[in-house]
């Protein structure tokens, strides 16, 4: 063998070990994925039962309604969603007349035959609809769309003696045709169609919930633009991926003047993400962590970190320079320290004044809030209708002496008397921390505070069987609109951690709710607010406004107040 010869087999051996053993070049992924995270575990995804932030922004992924907010209207604006418009409404205001989007499907899933999702109908929300009237169901959002609907307890009464059946019709909901839904009232209620775009009426189908059993809050089933991959109770990650059959929708084409520069993809269909994956981290200091380390891509700016955001009450430069945004809405929620005014001793109305009193929410907002918070006056955010600037609340002062003589008004002299009060909240370390200085004040007065904490879906538990003396949540609101908050403390099955029992505050929530004209409305929603402050069925906590950090790799982020449905509009970069 000539040298010639062996050189050709030594560049053919040293090309085979090159080719074999040089490191491959991965092909690029473009799967879009969107990391957030989730302050707590969920009990289940079934909108009939659903109460909490967490779930609400879960089943907003899967689940869709016959309205939604508009994405990028500021103040927020109800729009058509698997309607084909806004309704058609009776002369006297009673009757609603929708038309149904045709063409849209139900997720494909086992529970169909042949695994193929069916088409919406109208008779698809007559079912959910009818399902939240049972009370196997449990919903706690029955009493609120029974004071509404025409003939809804009717039915409720027939479902309890006869179980399970739905034969029997609601008066007031009626598929006049596959595509045609009709409501009707027993009185005008002008904001009714705000209870079209709340997660608890989310449509459902009969086929999922009967295949499914008690193991459908598990097994999500919707029109929605993401499907469910994989969800366990335990779980601490839950996957959604892109709905490959969603019908065709839209990114928005107009918006209020301030989020014009978000219109860049006006007219694109959405949802644009592949997946969302959702990481449960029960506390705060590791989600920051995990943000700053790129591994989610979106988190709230809460008290526990607001002096690593902010200096000079604007966005740290360094942020800044990594390409981190601060996205702001105004604060549409309330955070409180609630009391079950129907237990000894917080049936008791000069010992709720009292204590507080006696709380310092100036050195709450410094130490929490790194004083950015809002301190209100009242139970109306400032954004909401019946919101009075000038209304004074002789209890949100800190003034331990006054706070002294109306504990002793209350029969309980320097605390004397009066049993430990516990306080129930969930695992979080920021309520535990928050709650001791919420004790430390009360000890001052001469009150014993004893703090339990408990997972959130055990929390919520106590709260909706009112198992509870005080409790430390807050209200995230549905709709922006004042009766929103209200309702919680009309319907006592709603579980917000405050209840009380108030026959001339139902009465007047009742009417205020059907009121048209707007001055009479404000009127009445400041004189229920004023109501509120004197019989203080909460402990009032300054409130940060809605923040948001958003890194630079996620695109058309807005903070969604209401829907919980803002993902299908959002795009990153893969």
Same mark, same amino acid.
């Given at each position: 063998?000539?040298?010639?010869?062996?050189?050709?087999?030594?560049?053919?051996?040293?090309?085979?070990?090159?080719?074999?053993?040089?490191?491959?070049?991965?092909?690029?992924?473009?799967?879009?994925?969107?990391?957030?995270?989730?302050?707590?575990?969920?009990?289940?995804?079934?909108?009939?039962?659903?109460?909490?932030?967490?779930?609400?922004?879960?089943?907003?992924?899967?689940?869709?309604?016959?309205?939604? +907010?508009?994405?990028?209207?500021?103040?927020?604006?109800?729009?058509?969603?698997?309607?084909?418009?806004?309704?058609?409404?009776?002369?006297?205001?009673?009757? +609603?007349?929708?038309?149904?989007?045709?063409?849209?499907?139900?997720?494909?899933?086992?529970?169909?035959?042949?695994?193929?999702?069916?088409?919406?109908?109208?008779?698809?929300?007559?079912?959910?609809?009818?399902?939240?009237?049972?009370?196997?169901?449990?919903?706690?959002?029955?009493?609120? !769309?029974?004071?509404?609907?025409?003939?809804?307890?009717?039915?409720?009464?027939?479902?309890?003696?006869?179980?399970?059946?739905?034969?029997?019709?609601?008066?007031?909901?009626?598929?006049?045709?596959?595509?045609?839904?009709?409501?009707?009232?027993?009185?005008?209620?002008?904001?009714?169609?705000?209870?079209?775009?709340?997660?608890?009426?989310?449509?459902?189908?009969?086929?999922?919930?009967?295949?499914?059993?008690?193991?459908?809050?598990?097994?999500?089933?919707?029109?929605?633009?993401?499907?469910?991959?994989?969800?366990?109770?335990?779980?601490?990650?839950?996957?959604?991926? *892109?709905?490959?059959?969603?019908?065709?929708?839209?990114?928005?084409?107009?918006?209020?003047?301030? !989020?014009?520069?978000?219109?860049?993809?006006?007219?694109?269909?959405?949802?644009?993400?592949?997946?969302?994956?959702?990481?449960?981290?029960?506390?705060?200091?590791?989600?920051?962590?995990?943000?700053?380390?790129?591994?989610?891509?979106?988190?709230?700016?809460?008290?526990?970190?607001?002096?690593?955001?902010?200096?000079?009450?604007? !966005?740290?430069?360094?942020?800044?320079?990594?390409?981190?945004?601060?996205?702001?809405?105004?604060?549409?929620?309330?955070?409180?320290?609630?009391?079950?005014?129907?237990?000894?001793?917080?049936?008791?109305?000069?010992?709720?004044?009292?204590?507080?009193?006696?709380?310092?929410?100036?050195?709450?907002?410094?130490?929490?809030?790194?004083?950015?918070?809002?301190? +209100?006056?009242?139970?109306?955010?400032?954004?909401?209708?019946?919101?009075? $600037?000038?209304?004074?609340?002789?209890?949100?002062?800190?003034?331990?002496?006054?706070?002294?003589?109306?504990?002793?008004?209350?029969?309980?002299?320097?605390?004397?008397?009066?049993?430990? !009060?516990?306080?129930?909240?969930?695992?979080?370390?920021?309520?535990?921390?928050?709650?001791?200085?919420?004790?430390?004040?009360?000890?001052?007065?001469?009150?014993?505070?004893?703090?339990?904490?408990?997972?959130?879906?055990?929390?919520?538990?106590?709260?909706?069987?009112?198992?509870?003396?005080?409790? *430390?949540?807050?209200?995230?609101?549905?709709?922006?609109?004042?009766?929103?908050?209200?309702?919680?403390?009309?319907?006592?099955?709603?579980?917000?951690?405050?209840?009380?029992?108030?026959?001339?505050?139902?009465?007047?929530?009742?009417?205020?709710?059907?009121?048209?004209?707007?001055?009479?409305?404000?009127?009445? +929603?400041?004189?229920?607010?004023?109501?509120?402050?004197?019989?203080?069925?909460?402990?009032?906590?300054?409130?940060?406004?809605?923040?948001?950090?958003?890194?630079?790799?996620?695109?058309?982020?807005?903070?969604?107040?209401?829907?919980?449905?803002?993902?299908?509009?959002?795009?990153?970069? $893969?």
């Amino acid at each position: 063998m000539n040298k010639f010869v062996r050189y050709l087999l030594f560049l053919a051996v040293l090309l085979t070990l090159v080719i074999n053993f040089w490191p491959k070049q991965e092909g690029k992924n473009t799967e879009k994925v969107l990391n957030l995270s989730l302050d707590s575990k969920v009990d289940g995804m079934d909108p009939a039962t659903v109460t909490s932030l967490y779930a609400t922004q879960l089943t907003g992924k899967v689940y869709e309604n016959l309205l939604e +907010y508009h994405y990028l209207k500021r103040p927020s604006e109800l729009i058509p969603n698997l309607a084909e418009s806004m309704p058609t409404v009776s002369e006297d205001g009673l009757t +609603y007349t929708f038309s149904i989007k045709k063409g849209v499907y139900f997720h494909d899933n086992v529970c169909f035959p042949n695994g193929k999702g069916k088409e919406l109908t109208a008779e698809d929300f007559v079912y959910t609809f009818k399902r939240i009237a049972d009370p196997a169901v449990r919903s706690p959002h029955f009493d609120q !769309l029974a004071n509404s609907i025409k003939g809804y307890r009717a039915f409720n009464k027939h479902v309890v003696i006869h179980k399970g059946d739905y034969s029997y019709p609601v008066e007031g909901i009626k598929a006049l045709d596959r595509y045609t839904l009709q409501f009707t009232l027993i009185t005008k209620h002008p904001i009714f169609l705000h209870a079209l775009a709340r997660a608890s009426t989310s449509v459902v189908a009969k086929e999922a919930v009967e295949y499914y059993g008690d193991a459908f809050v598990n097994h999500p089933v919707g029109t929605g633009p993401f499907t469910l991959d994989h969800f366990n109770a335990q779980s601490n990650k839950i996957v959604f991926s *892109k709905n490959k059959n969603f019908r065709e929708k839209y990114y928005p084409t107009d918006a209020s003047p301030a !989020l014009q520069h978000m219109l860049g993809p006006a007219g694109k269909k959405v949802p644009f993400l592949d997946k969302i994956i959702y990481h449960v981290m029960h506390e705060e200091q590791p989600r920051w962590l995990q943000f700053k380390n790129k591994v989610i891509d979106c988190v709230e700016v809460v008290s526990t970190y607001t002096q690593q955001v902010f200096e000079n009450g604007t !966005l740290k430069q360094e942020l800044k320079q990594q390409g981190v945004s601060l996205v702001e809405e105004a604060c549409s929620s309330m955070y409180y320290i609630g009391f079950n005014c129907l237990k000894k001793p917080l049936d008791n109305q000069k010992l709720r004044q009292a204590m507080s009193l006696a709380f310092d929410r100036e050195a709450y907002n410094k130490l929490f809030c790194d004083g950015l918070g809002i301190i +209100y006056p009242s139970f109306i955010p400032s954004s909401f209708v019946g919101y009075n $600037p000038e209304l004074v609340n002789p209890y949100i002062t800190y003034d331990l002496e006054k706070a002294r003589q109306y504990l002793a008004d209350a029969g309980y002299p320097n605390g004397k008397g009066l049993p430990t !009060l516990t306080v129930n909240t969930s695992i979080a370390t920021k309520h535990r921390i928050q709650l001791e200085f919420f004790a430390k004040c009360m000890d001052k007065l001469g009150i014993k505070v004893e703090i339990q904490q408990s997972t959130f879906p055990e929390l919520l538990k106590k709260l909706l069987e009112k198992d509870y003396l005080i409790s *430390k949540l807050g209200s995230i609101t549905d709709f922006p609109d004042a009766s929103d908050f209200f309702c919680g403390l009309r319907f006592k099955t709603v579980g917000g951690g405050i209840h009380m029992e108030d026959p001339t505050f139902d009465k007047l929530y009742d009417q205020a709710v059907q009121m048209e004209d707007f001055p009479e409305k404000t009127a009445a +929603y400041e004189k229920l607010n004023g109501m509120l402050v004197e019989t203080m069925p909460a402990l009032l906590l300054p409130a940060l406004p809605e923040y948001m950090l958003v890194h630079k790799r996620v695109k058309n982020y807005a903070i969604d107040l209401y829907s919980r449905g803002a993902e299908q509009y959002v795009d990153v970069d $893969p």
